[in-house]
């Protein structure tokens, strides 16, 4: 029998309370956790999700069941959608915020008597859901969880809209912090090379983090690729570094508050459908993804095009690229020049070609879109969330 003296049992113990303490720490940021399985990425915009619903021809009003019933749509038994995505902003906040400006709040009765139904009805809605009380987008993520899915928030880093209803405070106050000064030139998109403006965006990203519990967040830095007026490819990379990696600090911070590793996802900018979206085309614009990969910020990335579907996105590259982490592909939901939605069929087709570059999974973005057309609007086919990935 081997005995040890008073001093080396301390000595042990104190060696196995660090090496306990070291494994409760990994265990909570998630190093031991298996990788998740994700066929289907299911990206809902928070927008007309919440003045549509099945079988209506919208805008209409909507209730919790409703809400509840756009989950059950898409995370049905036999579905192969994993994860569901849940956005919360663009620009403005789609939620009484204490850091930004709530979507709609600044505009003036004149601008208010101008908009669309579908934006009149969204915001008649979300005012009755926040006046009792109701969180739709918390219900949303709730219902997710519930059918046993990942629920994420996705985050719009710089959307261009302009719409008057996205109008925010921290532009007006700062008109000079635009890119530009027309719709869908910078009027409504931040300059990432202010300190200041990637302050104000981590501080909101933060507060949507600390609001919701979620089991993540996608940055989607496609919605829109714009982001700095000048400088350096290499001094814009630096800047965008800085905030991700501010991000992912955030999230490995509140994910020992809940004992678990919080997901950190990135979308990268697209090329706006001139040329496939590109590692170093990214990187011109700031975001070095595969840098963020190997300093482990992120968990996996969504490549997709810009608004439209064409079929051409270069999986291969991407994976080239990155080796450590899941890599899926994006399908729009339509070609464009006016044509309707994508058929069950033009998905399964467009699926198919993700796969066989080597995508480890589909992501759908705008599905939903077409029951935004009123009188004119049609059901997605929901069927094919059956059998989209073989």
Not at 128 to 157: H, S
Not at 373 to 381: D, I, K, R, S
Request: net charge neutral; proline share 5%.
């Amino acid at each position: 029998m081997i005995r040890m003296s008073i001093h080396h049992r301390s000595a042990l113990w104190f060696v196995l309370t660090l090496l306990l303490g070291a494994s409760v720490t990994s265990l909570a940021e998630g190093a031991d956790q298996p990788q998740r399985t994700r066929r289907v990425l299911y990206n809902f915009d928070g927008d007309s999700c919440l003045s549509t619903k099945a079988g209506g021809k919208g805008p209409v009003a909507v209730n919790v069941d409703d809400v509840k019933r756009l989950i059950q749509e898409v995370a049905y038994d036999g579905s192969r959608v994993d994860t569901v995505l849940v956005c919360i902003n663009a620009q403005v906040m789609y939620y009484p915020t204490k850091v930004g400006t709530m979507r709609g709040t600044l505009s003036t009765p004149d601008e208010r008597a101008m908009w669309p139904a579908s934006e009149k009805q969204r915001f008649e809605n979300l005012k009755a859901f926040f006046d009792a009380g109701v969180d739709p987008y918390a219900i949303m993520l709730a219902e997710t969880k519930r059918r046993g899915r990942e629920a994420l928030l996705t985050f719009r880093m710089n959307d261009d809209h302009g719409n008057d209803f996205l109008r925010t405070q921290f532009l007006a106050d700062h008109p000079d912090w635009r890119l530009g000064t027309e719709q869908y030139r910078g009027k409504g998109a931040l300059d990432f090379g202010r300190d200041e403006v990637r302050d104000y965006t981590f501080r909101l990203i933060e507060e949507a983090v600390r609001r919701y519990d979620s089991d993540g967040i996608e940055l989607d830095f496609n919605r829109f690729p714009t982001f700095f007026k000048d400088g350096s490819t290499d001094e814009r990379v630096a800047k965008m570094n800085s905030l991700v990696e501010r991000v992912r600090k955030m999230l490995d911070d509140a994910g020992r508050e809940r004992g678990r590793r919080l997901v950190l996802s990135v979308r990268p900018p697209s090329n706006y459908g001139r040329t496939p979206p590109t590692p170093e085309t990214a990187r011109q614009l700031g975001c070095d993804v595969p840098a963020w990969v190997k300093h482990g910020w992120v968990d996996f990335v969504a490549i997709s095009e810009f608004l439209h579907e064409r079929g051409d996105l270069p999986i291969a590259l991407w994976k080239q690229a990155i080796t450590t982490v899941p890599v899926y592909g994006g399908i729009e939901c339509t070609k464009g020049g006016g044509m309707k939605n994508l058929t069950a069929d033009q998905y399964r087709d467009a699926a198919a070609q993700l796969i066989k570059t080597g995508a480890d999974g589909v992501y759908l973005f705008n599905f939903f879109t077409s029951r935004e057309g009123g009188e004119q609007a049609y059901e997605p086919p929901f069927e094919v969330l059956r059998d989209l990935t073989g």
